[in-house]
């Protein structure tokens, strides 16, 4: 694999841009701040990479496509943190609600870095809370005061059980609906490094699609695309399923559907 994790990470455009793309105004990371949805409820999809242009293609009048610096494709680099015996991997796994992850991510279009905790709550709603870092900071940002004080508020797991666990890259495409209600991001060329193992692995022919929205709003432009494509709802978390494909001893019986309903969809690109 040519894929370089750690300072600089893989290469941003990977993939070249989707045509549809061209056709779709752009927004602004100003006027994105309106549609932030924070607290949110989310409905992901996976399909193969070489849906994507189709799916734009039948949306592409009805959303915002969000660029930075005159760019659709923004690229992240992501590092996870848990305990010795991966208890938040294993909560996942195991279908316990009320559960969190830890990571920092470098958002490497704008420059950024935050260390963020996502809760999931018995209702499988979804909230986001970070404080930002240096990007210098990346990969020791558990020896910082600020983020040690952060991750004692917010969580019940003491620093000193913390490490890093799993790396990952990918480039974004960020859309948002015309009534600025709605939020869709698209990734894609998403690789992992295994820090534990030093194992790798690649589903960067994989698309993984997140329609963020309120409560209770009806069917969007885009789940209605998604229908006509027969892409269907099926939940994923990168954290998990990177671990899964990298760690041979974490437990992973209830995620062998997914790796191998990925494992079909990665092979499958033409």
């Known amino acids: 694999m040519d894929t370089t994790f750690g300072h600089g990470g893989t290469d941003a455009g990977y993939f070249a841009p ?3 793309l061209d056709r779709m105004a752009p927004i602004g990371l100003d006027d994105m701040k309106a549609v932030r949805l924070m607290n949110r409820v989310d409905q992901k999809y996976m399909a193969s990479a070489d849906m994507l242009e189709a799916l734009l293609s039948r949306i592409d009048a009805d959303y915002y496509v969000q ?6 494709l923004a690229p992240y680099r992501t590092l996870y ?5 991966l208890r938040m991997y294993t909560m996942h796994h195991n279908n316990k609600l009320n559960r969190q992850k830890l990571r920092v991510r470098t958002y490497r279009s704008t420059d950024t870095t935050f260390f963020e905790i996502k809760n999931k709550d018995n209702k499988r709603k979804t909230r986001k809370v970070r404080i930002p870092i240096d990007v210098s900071l990346f990969d020791s940002c558990l020896e910082v005061p600020e983020v ?3 991750v004692n508020s917010n969580t019940p797991y003491p620093v000193a059980t913390l490490h890093p666990c799993l790396e990952n ?3 974004r495409i960020t859309l948002v609906d015309k009534g600025m209600s709605e939020r869709i ?5 998403i690789r992992f ?11 960067s022919t994989l698309l993984v699609i997140e329609v963020k929205h309120e409560v209770g709003a009806p069917m969007s432009h885009i789940e209605k695309a998604l229908h006509e494509l027969h892409i269907l709802p099926r ?3 990168k954290y998990c399923i990177g671990t899964a494909l990298t760690d041979p001893a974490a437990k992973h019986n209830r995620f062998k559907p997914k790796l191998l309903y990925i494992d079909k969809i990665t092979h499958q690109v033409h």
């Not at 660029?67 to 659709?72: A, F, T, V």
């Not at 490094?193 to 589903?203: E, F, G, V």
């Open 18 to 20: 989707p045509s549809a």
């Open 67 to 72: 660029h930075i610096d005159g760019n659709p």
């Open 81 to 85: 943190f848990d305990t010795d015996d």
């Open 148 to 150: 040690s004080a952060f």
């Open 169 to 171: 890259s990918f480039e």
């Open 185 to 189: 991001t698209i990734d894609r060329g």
């Open 193 to 203: 490094h295994n820090r534990a193992t030093n194992i790798d692995a690649d589903i």
């Open 235 to 237: 939940r994923m978390s």
